[in-house]
Structures are given as structure tokens and as C-alpha cells.
């Protein structure tokens, strides 16, 4: 009997399911709008509903359910803890309910963490042990592989790489803060607003309040100066983040996805200038691969299966 694994990506905007073969390829994908203002009853009860139209017609041969969901959990007692986009979920025991409807093994990890799993078992970083993933998008996440193993901490609170201090212009900054794609468009709006020139008004025909990430690597992308300063800026930020992570973790390769990577050797090329200047020696670095994530928007959903053929990411096979 084929044995297979489902995947659950829950996000505040959208909730997706798959199911996938015992070699993590995905067989059937659903997905809806995750309405998280009907509240945290209305949404579960849809999920479960979602997840049951993926399950196998026999119940033997469902190995376990994974879940990504959005940070703050705990994987160890699987419970989401108070994600911000999922209102009213506070120390909601998601693997005791998922696993009394199907009855099987469930595991439960933030979004950045399966990311991570997923790169390491089918993208970017597949047959390394020793991992960094880090994901530049709306906020600034991470995961952490060593020795195979996901990092999360004793309480599941660990690998938030986001959150490292810098003092950036005399004030203490994390480098979501710095570097992310939120806090590029914020830094576009504060100097479009001071007066400089750039593309990045037209693109929006003058609504600052339409200012995104996006918008400003379309503008970089077509040479505007102001644009490719701030791209650049969060690049070598990210760098100098990466460099006390590699001092920290000793990794045999750096993944970086997130909307924000879409921006290529824009990103790159100065995360990796601030690398090579930074680091505390070559060795740190030498033979590192710093490389773009490969799985793209599946990455949640294969990361969540992972952890199902991982048992919660405790090991990557050999």
C-alpha cells in the first residue's frame, strides 16, 4: 500500500493543503481564503473540512500530517502560540485536534522553520546537513538545520535570526527593521517624501501609500538610482546578519528566499560583498554557497510534508 503525507500551510490569508507520495511529490493541492476574521473556531473547522478532501480513501495509508503556520508556536507541545495575522489564536493545541480527526501522526513548525526543511530535503540545500535558510519578504525569518536537525529551542522560540540587534544610525534596529521588504518601501516613502526623484512615484502615478518591496525592485530593475540604493542597503544588512550567523553556526551553505530575493544579484551581489569583508576569517565563508531559494511558493507545503518524513525535523536521511 502507497503511504502518503499531507502537507498544511496555514497562513492569515490562505489556507492550502496537499498530498503528497512518500517521496514528497505533491499529488493533489487545495486551497481557500483562511478568512481568519470569522474567527479561530469558523477557520478550524474549514481546515479540517480542507484537509479531509486530500486524505486517502484508506486511513492506513495517511503516514501524518505536517503544518506550517506563522510564528509564535511551540512544535514540542504543538501549539500555536499568537501568531499576529491569526486573531484570536492564543495557546491553540492544533496537533491534538488535527490528530483526534485523523488519527494519525501530526507535527506542527513556523513557517520559516519548514521552509528550511523543505529547501533541505528538495530545493536549494538538498544533501546538506549544516543549513541557514532565511526568507526577506514582508518580515525577515529563518531556520536552522545542524547536523540534519532543525533548531527550534526549548520552547520552539529559537532560529529567529530576523531579530538580531544591530545599532543602525545610533539606534538599536533589528534587522526586520533594517532590511526587509516592509522596511524598504517604508525607507522609499521617507525619502520620495523628502524630495528626491525617482521612478518608484511614476509606478505608482504619485500614491506613496501604494509603495511596496515590489514596487521598488521593479524601479531598481530599470536603473533608478534610489531604488537600487535601498536594495542594496537591505542586501549588505542581511549580509552582515549572515556573517555573525556563519560565525555562530559554521553552515555548509546560505539559502535565501522570500519576495525580497526575487531581486537577484540586486540583493546578492552586496549580501555577499559584506560577507567576504566581514567575516571573522575566510574560512568561515570559503566553500559556503550563499544561493537563491529554489521550491518557490510551494516551499510552505513541502516543508510541511518534511516534516512528517522527518519526524517534526529530528533528522534528514543520510
Known amino acids: 500500500m502507497d503511504r502518503a503525507i499531507i502537507g498544511v500551510d496555514l497562513g492569515g490569508t490562505q489556507m492550502r493543503v496537499a498530498r503528497f507520495d512518500a517521496q514528497l511529490n505533491i499529488q493533489e493541492r487545495l486551497a481557500q481564503p483562511t478568512k481568519a476574521r470569522e474567527g479561530r473556531d469558523r477557520v478550524i473547522s474549514r481546515l479540517l473540512d480542507l484537509i479531509a478532501r486530500v486524505v486517502p480513501d484508506e486511513p492506513a495509508a495517511l503516514e501524518g500530517i505536517g503544518v506550517s503556520v506563522p510564528g ?17 489564536w492564543h495557546n491553540v493545541p492544533i496537533r491534538q485536534i488535527i490528530q483526534e480527526r485523523f488519527g494519525c501522526p501530526t507535527y506542527l513548525g513556523n513557517d ?11 530545493g536549494a540545500a538538498r544533501g546538506y546537513r549544516y543549513v541557514l535558510y532565511l526568507t526577506v519578504s514582508t518580515g525577515i ?20 535570526a530576523g531579530h538580531m540587534l544591530m545599532v543602525v544610525d545610533g539606534e538599536v534596529k533589528d534587522i526586520e527593521a533594517v532590511a526587509s521588504g516592509t522596511a524598504i518601501a517604508r525607507q522609499a516613502v521617507e525619502r520620495l517624501r523628502a524630495g528626491e526623484v525617482s521612478l518608484i512615484r511614476d509606478l505608482v502615478n504619485g500614491d506613496l501609500d501604494a509603495v511596496s518591496a515590489r514596487i ?16 542594496e542597503r537591505a542586501g549588505f544588512m542581511v549580509g552582515l546578519a549572515v556573517v555573525s550567523l556563519l560565525h555562530v553556526f559554521n553552515p555548509q551553505i546560505v539559502v535565501v528566499g522570500g519576495g525580497v530575493s526575487n531581486a537577484g544579484e540586486l540583493l546578492f551581489a552586496p549580501l555577499r560583498r559584506a560577507v567576504a569583508e566581514y567575516v571573522l576569517d575566510p574560512a568561515y565563508c570559503r566553500g559556503v554557497p550563499i544561493v537563491p531559494a529554489s521550491l518557490g511558493d510551494n516551499v510552505a507545503l513541502i516543508g510541511a510534508a518534511a516534516l512528517v518524513a522527518t519526524h517534526g525535523g529530528s533528522f534528514l536521511p543520510a
Open 112 to 122: 520559516a522553520n519548514v521552509a528550511a526543511l523543505a529547501e533541505a530535503t528538495q
Open 216 to 231: 521598488v525592485a521593479q524601479a531598481a530593475a530599470q536603473g533608478d538610482r534610489l531604488a537600487t540604493s535601498l536594495i
Open 72 to 88: 509564535p508556536i511551540n512544535p514540542h507541545e504543538g501549539t500555536v502560540v499568537k501568531p499576529p495575522n491569526l486573531p484570536g
Open 141 to 160: 525569518g529563518s531556520g536552522i538545520l545542524d547536523d540534519g536537525r532543525l533548531l527550534v529551542g526549548a520552547e520552539g522560540l529559537g532560529a529567529e
